[in-house]
């Protein structure tokens, strides 16, 4: 049987992770590459990796950084931000990167996901999307969530899937940040009219909150968050053995 | 010397780096010649069988793999390159792979009960059917990531291990010196890189 995942999400600017880590034992707590083997021995079941900069020389470092963990962990690698063109898609696959998360991106331009996917196949194309409710209606937010687009995300994921998204992460505006649990309601919406896998994102606060999203929505494939496990408030491994012990399929 | 074959199929990066951390030698080459000089041959692959078929047979790759394999040289096929060692697949039409595994690849979504996701992404145990020596440092049960819509049938003389996916699914097969493996290796983790490492020894 498949197993549901557990995904850290690292931010990375300027090569160097971003987010005060917290970690006993590691000489140093943003180098992406120490923090990704961390994970991967604790047995993290993929790493995201998101390029924060803006600059074209911290563009450089993050490649550089990409090709020195692709190089050393052999888990699969997404990476996210700042993806816009086709060439960007290329830049972090040369580099070991095996999916691409796109975001904004796609958002100006959604021929990037059909031409991409035809490209790389559907399982490269990652689309995210940043979903908060307005009017009673679930909407895409653009730009890291700063700016309204007016489209329901309903619609938008439909339509990146049709497109040849290949997985899908949700993370909501409403529950990112707050800790108390992830947004059940917002991605048993999506479950409900997509076939490929679905990433919850946003809301991660501890392991009763994993068990409950695998528990209630049975159709969410993976649970990704980033402070939880950058500060060290629950291991991957507590949080396996933990949802093992719930009767939740997880590789260990 | 491991030659992973490059006919302009899919990102190589990762396969080479997993063997060069097992300390192996390895060389992504379409060049015939080098092909030639490689103790072991992998053939990789992602994307559309159809499209790799044909890039397999316009860069003449596909006469120095079967060479190669005809030699008795250990080759493994991984994702697509292991779909393509099969008679035919049945994806988008029908079309010729290599013929050195009997059997053929068909697609999940007719043949798979309803309500799966399709692809079948993410980590799945292996259930192994036979002893292989592909398997020498990994027990049965352990977890390998596989990414794809399409597998093996009709190859029940050559499996060596399956994985659950509404059904038990082709997850590896060989037969004397060639073998495939339906998941990445290259993406497994520790598990897979033990894979390789079988596979570097013999």
């Keep these: 049987m498949i197993t549901k995942r557990i995904i850290p999400c690292l931010d990375v600017k300027n090569g160097r992770v971003v987010k005060g880590v917290n970690f006993l034992g590691l000489s140093d707590v943003s180098s ?221 | 010397m491991i030659a992973i074959v490059d006919y302009g199929v899919g990102n190589l990066f990762s396969l080479k780096s997993s063997l060069h951390m097992l300390g192996a030698q390895a060389v992504v080459t379409g060049d015939e010649a080098e092909i030639a000089k490689a103790d072991r041959i992998i053939l990789p692959g992602v994307g559309a069988f159809g499209d790799a078929a044909k890039k397999l047979r316009e860069t003449g790759m596909d006469q120095a793999v079967l060479r190669e394999a005809a030699a008795g040289k250990p080759l493994m096929g991984i994702c697509l390159g292991m779909q393509l060692l099969f008679e035919k697949s049945y994806e988008y039409g029908e079309h010729e792979g290599l013929g050195l595994i009997k059997g053929n690849v068909i697609g999940m979504e007719e043949t798979l009960p309803p309500n799966l996701k399709i692809p079948h992404i993410g980590w799945n145990a292996l259930h192994f059917t036979r002893e292989h020596a592909l398997w020498k440092y990994i027990k049965n049960g352990d977890f390998v990531y596989f990414v794809h819509s399409f597998y093996g049938v009709d190859c029940e003389d050559s499996v060596i291990a399956t994985s659950k996916y509404g059904k038990e699914i082709t997850a590896a097969v060989a037969m004397d010196n060639v073998m495939g493996c339906q998941f990445h290796p290259e993406k497994s983790g520790e598990v897979g890189l033990k894979i390789l490492k079988a596979f570097c020894e013999m």
């Design chain 1, 32 to 252: 992406p590459l120490e923090l990704a083997k961390l994970y991967s021995d604790s047995g993290a079941d993929e790493l995201v990796f998101y390029d924060i900069t803006a600059s074209a020389e911290g563009r450089a470092l993050f490649t550089d950084v990409l090709r020195e963990v692709a190089s050393r962990i052999f888990i699969p690698l997404t990476v996210g931000g700042g993806i816009n063109t086709i060439e960007d898609f290329d830049r972090v696959l040369k580099c070991g990167a095996d999916k691409v998360s796109v975001n904004s991106g796609a958002i100006r331009n959604p021929d990037l996901i059909g031409q991409a996917a035809k490209l790389y196949g559907d399982q490269c194309v990652v689309l995210s999307v940043d979903a908060k409710r307005v009017d009673g209606q679930f909407r895409v937010f653009a730009k890291g969530g700063r700016e309204d687009t007016g489209m329901d995300a309903i619609e938008w994921i439909k339509r990146g899937v049709d497109s040849g998204a290949g997985e899908i992460v949700l993370n909501s505006i409403d529950t990112d940040g707050v800790k108390q649990g992830f947004d059940l309601e917002m991605l048993d919406a999506v479950c409900q009219v997509v076939n490929v896998p679905v990433i919850a994102s946003g809301g991660a606060g501890g392991v009763q909150d994993f068990i409950t999203l695998f528990k209630t929505l049975p159709k969410v494939d993976a649970g990704l968050a980033a402070s939880i496990f950058h500060f060290g408030q629950v291991t991957i491994e507590e949080l396996k053995n933990e949802l093992a012990a719930n009767g939740i399929h997880v590789r260990r």
